[in-house]
T-cell receptor, first 115, second 114 residues
Framework: AQTVTQSQPEMSVQEAETVTLSCTYD???????LFWYKQPPSRQMILVIR??????QNATENRFSVNFQKAAKSFSLKISDSQLGDTAMYFC????????????FGKGTKLTVNP | DGGITQSPKYLFRKEGQNVTLSCEQN?????MYWYRQDPGQGLRLIYY???????QKGDIAEGYSVSREKKESFPLTVTSAQKNPTAFYLC?????????????FGSGTRLTVV
């Protein structure tokens, strides 16, 4: 069974600085998908970024980027120019290839952006 | 606008009562899921369904039941057998065909036992 580990229960960063959230996973699959979801205080889950394992290029979405290390089974999220609105829980998630595979989530990292 | 609607937003249950949480989607998604969220536990899968009239247990199905009579609807019943039902419940949906784009989530239901 796949597992996802987020080793940082809580982190904080100053506004405008950069922060990196860690995620590791365990799988025997070769093709799969990885995701970062954001859950702000409203508790609405929002997809931040998505990575396809067969693509070597790291995904980026504006201020959000990932460092995907397939051999190390690592999938960290970098947030640049942190904003107060980035304060949220962040969940890393794994899914085997194909839309029929359910997501497995890590336990989350609570990020606080300080003014 | 397409999306997932969960209702109610807040729900209170007395000891020994069954309660049903509603989840409706108009995204034409094939699969629907129920997750439970507790502090420090992340999201844990309760049940999921990939097709009408069929569903599978997740990791923590005991004390819960579901139905999938329509593609758009996937209600979750929290039965009296669930000993610790106070939690935040999230419903999600996804396409099954093609590339995996993850889930679309509802806004959640907060269930409290009183």
């Amino acid at each position: 069974a796949q597992t996802v580990t987020q080793s940082q229960p809580e982190m904080s960063v100053q506004e405008a600085e950069t922060v990196t959230l860690s995620c590791t996973y365990d799988t025997s699959e070769n093709n799969y998908y990885l995701f970062w979801y954001k859950q702000p205080p409203s508790r609405q889950m929002i997809l931040v970024i998505r990575q396809e394992a067969y693509k070597q290029q790291n995904a980026t979405e504006n201020r959000f980027s990932v460092n995907f290390q397939k051999a190390a089974k690592s999938f960290s999220l970098k947030i640049s120019d942190s904003q107060l609105g980035d304060t949220a829980m962040y969940f890393c998630a794994f899914s085997a290839q194909g839309g029929s595979e359910k997501l497995v989530f890590g336990k989350g990292t609570k990020l606080t952006v300080n003014p | 606008d397409g999306g997932i609607t969960q209702s109610p937003k807040y729900l209170f249950r007395k000891e020994g009562q069954n309660v049903t949480l509603s989840c409706e989607q108009n995204l034409n998604h094939d699969a629907m899921y129920w997750y439970r969220q507790d502090p420090g536990q992340g999201l844990r899968l309760i049940y999921y369904s990939q097709i009408v009239n069929d569903f599978q247990k997740g990791d923590i199905a005991e004390g819960y039941s579901v139905s999938r009579e329509k593609k758009e609807s996937f209600p979750l019943t929290v039965t009296s057998a669930q000993k610790n039902p106070t939690a935040f419940y999230l419903c999600a949906s996804s396409m099954l065909q093609g590339a995996n784009y993850g889930y679309t989530f509802g806004s959640g239901t907060r269930l409290t036992v009183v």
